[in-house]
């Protein structure tokens, strides 16, 4: 069998939230990769990672002689390169607003970020419950919120995600999804009467998903 055409870098699967991103995206596209993964917090991390990728930081895409850096990067660059896995909704409002949200998680929710960093495997309920973070969460419950009644349920063949079918949006909001379980916070109390818990269900239930996280549980024990 010929080697797959794409090396994607990572960095631990127990908390590398960027990395996860287009990693979930390529194995639910059924796009073949190679995955190298470089070992994060340690001395030699800097230069490990720069060994491989310019930018110094994970994950990378390695395709065709170039080193394509940054998450969201790399998942328009899958998006692009396989339509028919419409890995963005086909209308073009629709598409404009998954634009908008993927581009709102990427760009923002610090405080989420940097309170309940990700930790897949780990659970550490009432952990990092700052204002701050908590208020990212409650934006972003009312987003999953919003986008699935106008456009998920409303998709015919809905499949429990943001916009019916998996796209580059749940990619990247699919490490909240685990944060907010690893850090035990409570959706109802930010507004939700089920289909954000229903849609982190979804998420939490793919098989890629499930293969990351025993892929984190791998690791862990590794380093024990
Ligand atoms: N904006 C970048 C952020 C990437 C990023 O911050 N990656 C972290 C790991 S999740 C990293 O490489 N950190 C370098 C280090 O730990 O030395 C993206 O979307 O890919």
Not at 12 to 28: E, F, G, I, T, V
Not at 45 to 66: D, F, M, Q, Y
Not at 105 to 132: K, N, Q, S, Y
Request: glycine letters at 8%; a neutral charge; aromatic letters at 8%.
């Amino acid at each position: 069998m010929a080697a797959p055409e794409f090396t994607l870098v990572i960095g631990d699967k127990n908390w590398s939230s960027w990395s996860l991103r287009p990693w979930l995206l390529m194995r639910q596209a059924g796009v073949p990769f190679d995955e190298v993964h470089v070992r994060l917090r340690q001395p030699d991390t800097k230069a490990n990672i720069l060994a491989v990728s310019p930018t110094g930081l994970v994950p990378a895409l390695k395709w065709r002689g170039e080193t394509i850096g940054d998450s969201l990067a790399i998942c328009e660059t899958i998006a692009d390169l396989f339509p028919e896995r419409k890995l963005w909704p086909r209308d073009a409002l629709v598409r404009s607003v998954a634009r908008a949200a993927a581009a709102e998680m990427h760009a923002g929710f610090g405080a989420l970020r940097r309170d309940m960093p990700m930790a897949v495997i780990e659970r550490h309920p009432g952990d990092g419950h700052t204002g701050e973070a908590l208020a990212d969460a409650r934006r972003i419950v009312h987003l999953w919120r919003d986008l699935r009644a106008r456009f998920g349920r409303q998709m015919s063949g809905d499949q429990g995600f943001l916009f019916g079918h998996f796209t580059v949006a749940d990619a990247m909001y699919a490490p909240v999804v685990t944060r907010l379980r690893t850090y035990g916070v409570d959706l109802v109390a930010l507004g939700d009467d089920g289909p954000a818990s229903a849609y982190m269900d979804a998420v939490m239930t793919l098989p890629a998903m499930r293969d990351w996280i025993s892929g984190a549980e791998t690791e862990e024990k590794a380093k024990a």
